[in-house]
């Protein structure tokens, strides 16, 4: 994975609360059996409205995705990060985000941003003001910054560092092999097997 | 299991005996814990980069035993026997079954008698327990929580992690109760409490948190209700839902084909009667819901908090005080295509579907068919019936439920995700309004431009008979 300090680039406003991921990615585009060459997939019937965001330039060079509470619920497809990753988002800010949509972001280098929901709106005013306008989201210093707009973001320490260092994570837990054979040895013998099928 | 390592004397409630079982390095220094995974479930949509990722490194699946497989996303629920039309679903599939082989999983495959929703799959074989850990490349494995299992959804980096690990890197999750107290009346089931609880606590309401459902409504319900129950934690932003065993619960498992025997048996529920969460442990959050009062539910939008009690009208976007719901709720309404203060039982449906992971069990078809028993389908609407799997579909055949189906003038069909996210061509066309008892009512879910109300079966029932949004009560 590609390291991760300091993103900039066109902030693209999502200007809508509870963005699903059957919505970033709809289910007919999850038949692949690649993990790239989602671009097109990206918010697909939205996109057919020639009005929506990713339509409109300067946003169609977004990098950025600025978008309002609970970004990514529901399903946990990855394939909604891939298609973020492949459009070229390399970071998301948002209020909040679903779990398990947050945590397959960290595993593709996808920054995800947590700030108050006056920060996402201040952010807004000043794209809709200056459309093209440049967000920074800064990891090193978890910083967001877009015009006047200065704020803190959290996000936690171990993924910072997974990410600043660019880690992969089944490297990371195969050095606690050892204590996973131990844990095995202390497993009870009636808990689920699959194989023999019976 | 290594309950007696977790060294501490204080009250802990039933997910953290479930965590602290099962944590094989404890993190230092804000690392996350890496915890164990007992059954690893698979199926055709989240699984083949996972492998194509062991095939690039190298590493093999280090427990093949805990590991099972099945075709559920994309599986037609009609000639099923037919090569499959369309050639991505047809290449997925292929690829599971290749994949199978050679890392020597066990699949349970279209025509298999096991084949079915990977959720309805596992507790059907008795590998569900209590206690044990559960991870699958779906959100909605949260259903096997209904077993006090802690079960949750991953994305596919974490379904090759656990391919080659058999553990998981995770941050303890926060504890929230949700008391479901008194009775629920006949007509109101459990999908009815979780779109309660939903619409109380919203769609981020359990983000972080596990969710522990108690008290007298919940200790009434069957597996099946409290699976139902749990399934749609997920709708609620938790990751987790979760039922302490009981009775209920063993009787549920005991002789099915993967359930301990014998000695094993006695062990294992000796353990199992020591997880209920302990007098005096503290949750994070609580929630309380009065089983009482509630009524049969039915979604109004495009998310599955965005529900009312079917007594209840469309609600008027200019009564939500909250400016970023109120948006939410307009564009919810103009999307489904209604207008605020419509009687939620005036409107009519063109489908009615009967399945999911949420609700395609034996007694949510039992439930199903004992409402349109001898009654006949709505002039101008489809009824389609999908069973959780192959099983449960020949259980409910020797009960003759596929004839009670046809002759009410439904499609009874073989077993699958269907019309839930139509992957399959099991779908909603344009502007098609559906009564689902799936989980999910997220715009074009169940195809592009379709309208999706989320409800119970015996919703769905009172609705096929009469072609509007009813309830079992206005049903004879």
């Known amino acids: 994975m590609d390291t991760v300090s300091v993103i900039t680039g066109i902030g ?29 997939a990206l918010f697909y ?25 609970d970004f990514g619920t529901g399903s946990s497809r990855e394939h909604a990060v891939w298609a973020l990753r492949d459009f070229g988002f390399n970071a998301v800010i948002a209020p909040r985000f679903a779990d398990i949509f947050r945590g397959n972001s960290g595993k593709q280098g996808l920054l995800t941003a947590v700030v108050p929901e006056s920060i996402v709106e201040a952010i807004w005013a000043e794209i809709d003001a200056n459309p093209g306008v440049s967000v920074t989201v800064d990891l090193v210093n978890r910083s967001v910054s877009c015009g006047d707009v200065h704020s803190p973001f959290e996000i936690d320490d171990y993924t910072r560092w997974r990410l600043m260092e660019g880690l ?31 | ?76 629920t009609l000639n099923i026997t037919e090569k499959i039309v369309d050639p991505t679903s047809r290449i997925q599939i292929e690829t599971l079954r290749s ?86 009346r006949d007509g109101v089931s459990a999908k009815d409490i979780i779109l309660a609880v939903i619409a109380k606590i919203s769609t981020g309401g359990g983000q972080g948190y596990v ?21 749609m934690s997920i709708e609620a932003g938790a990751r987790a839902g979760m039922v302490a065993p009981d009775e209920t619960t063993f009787e549920y498992l005991k002789g099915r084909s ?60 200019a009564d939500i005080p909250d400016l970023n719901d109120r948006a939410a709720a307009e564009r919810a309404l103009e999307y489904m295509d209604l207008a605020p203060g419509t009687p939620m039982k005036s409107i009519p449906v063109d489908q009615v579907f009967m399945g999911s992971c949420t609700n395609s069990r034996i007694e949510d078809l039992r439930a199903f068919a004992s409402v349109i028993k001898g009654k006949k389908l709505a002039n101008g609407v489809k009824l389609m019936v999908v069973p959780g799997s192959a099983r449960v579909r020949l259980e409910a055949e020797a009960e003759g439920i596929d004839k009670i189906v046809e002759d009410f003038g439904g499609e009874w069909r073989f077993a699958g995700c269907s019309m839930c996210l139509g992957m399959n061509p099991d779908q909603l066309q344009p502007g098609e309004r559906c009564a689902s008892t799936s989980n999910r009512n997220f715009e074009g879910r169940q195809g592009a431009g379709g309208r999706t109300h989320l409800v119970s079966p015996l919703v769905a029932a009172a609705t096929a008979i009469r072609g509007t949004l009813s309830s079992p009560w206005d049903v004879e």
């Not at chain 2, 969710?211 to 399934?231: D, H, K, Q």
Request: hydrophobic fraction near 40%; aromatic fraction near 6%; charge should be negative.
């Open chain 2, 1 to 76: 299991m290594n309950a007696a390592a977790s060294g501490t004397n204080l009250p802990r409630t039933l997910a953290q005996k479930v965590w602290d079982a099962h944590r094989v390095v404890t993190g230092e220094n804000g690392e996350p814990d890496l915890i164990y995974i007992d059954l690893h479930l698979v199926h055709e949509v989240t699984s083949p980069q996972a492998f194509d990722g062991l095939r690039v490194a190298g590493r093999p699946v280090r427990r093949p035993d805990l590991t099972i497989a099945t075709e559920d996303h994309n599986t037609p």
């Open chain 1, 168 to 198: 992969d994570d089944i490297g990371l837990t195969l050095r606690h092999e050892a204590d996973i054979d131990a844990f095995e040895t202390h497993r009870e013998s009636w808990l689920p097997k699959t194989l023999p099928a019976r």
């Open chain 2, 99 to 184: 994949n199978a082989k050679e890392f020597g999983i066990r699949l349970h495959s279209l025509g298999d008698v096991e084949q079915g929703i990977v959720h309805v799959v596992g507790p059907q074989l008795g590998l569900t327990m209590p206690g044990i850990t559960v991870v699958c490349g779906d959100s909605h494995t949260s259903t096997h929580g209904a077993f006090g299992a802690m079960a949750f959804g991953i994305g596919t980096s974490e379904v090759e992690h656990v391919l080659a690990t058999q553990t998981l890197p995770l941050k303890p999750f926060k504890t929230m109760a949700i008391t479901v107290n008194g009775h629920l």
């Open chain 2, 258 to 317: 993967h359930a301990p025997q014998g000695a094993d048996w006695d062990a294992a529920v000796e353990y199992w009667k020591t997880l209920p969460t302990d007098k005096g442990a503290v949750f994070d959050a609580e929630v309380v819901i009065d089983g009482d009062a509630l009524e049969p539910f039915v979604t109004w939008g495009t998310n599955p908090g965005q529900g009312v009690a079917l007594s209840e009208s469309v609600p008027n976007p």
């Open chain 2, 211 to 231: 969710l522990e459902y108690r008290g007298s409504a919940i200790r009434e319900l069957s597996m099946e209700g409290r699976m139902t129950i749990c399934n």
């Open chain 1, 12 to 40: 693209v406003p999502l200007k809508r609360s509870n963005v699903d991921t059957d919505q970033i990615i709809p289910a007919e585009f999850l038949k692949r059996v690649t993990k790239t060459g989602f671009e097109d």
């Open chain 1, 45 to 69: 019937r939205w996109r057919e409205d020639p009005e929506f965001v990713l339509n409109v330039e300067p946003f169609t060079h977004g990098t950025v995705l600025v978008a309002g509470m």
